[in-house]
């Protein structure tokens, strides 16, 4: 993989007629609405884009990325070290009407003016790459000795018979034994 800084503004149109492949990093702290996701935004991610055509003569884009990232686990709040990755098919549109169009297997991408930001792509294909609920393996967490003592408390208290308690109603079925006798 290149350590070359993938380039922000292209004409993807211009590149798909000409099957251009383009493959770099992009800094995480630059992303900044994927960064506001990390527990600490150091890194880069490492992109392969496609440009081309499919058989229907669409203009796409295959990609794929991949980074090693730092998230917040939801289960202890403390950092989790882990990997994304994402292999995509972005359809070129100018418009929403092109982008119902499109087979469901690819992903719409809008253009403006023939020109499209790749770091945005990129940042869009990463935030759908995050996990909803990041969690550490359970023997690695460091809340896991707090949990394993939450459930065994929770199994004692479970495991003990319920109290008994004296049914509202049985006055009253005394009281209708001792009018039947």
Known sequence: MSNTELPRLVDPSKLAEQSVSLE???PLRSLTRFAEVLHDPEGEVSVVLQFGRDPEKRRIIEGRLNTSVVL???RCMSALRTTLSSD????????DDQARQLPREYEPFLMKDFEADLWQMVEDELLLAVPPFPLHEREECPASEALEEFERADEVVGSEEPEKRENPFSVLAELKKKDQH
Request: hydrophobic share 55%.
């Open 24 to 26: 770099g990093v992009v």
């Open 72 to 74: 917040e686990c939801q």
């Open 88 to 95: 995509f098919v972005l359809g070129l549109v100018i418009s």
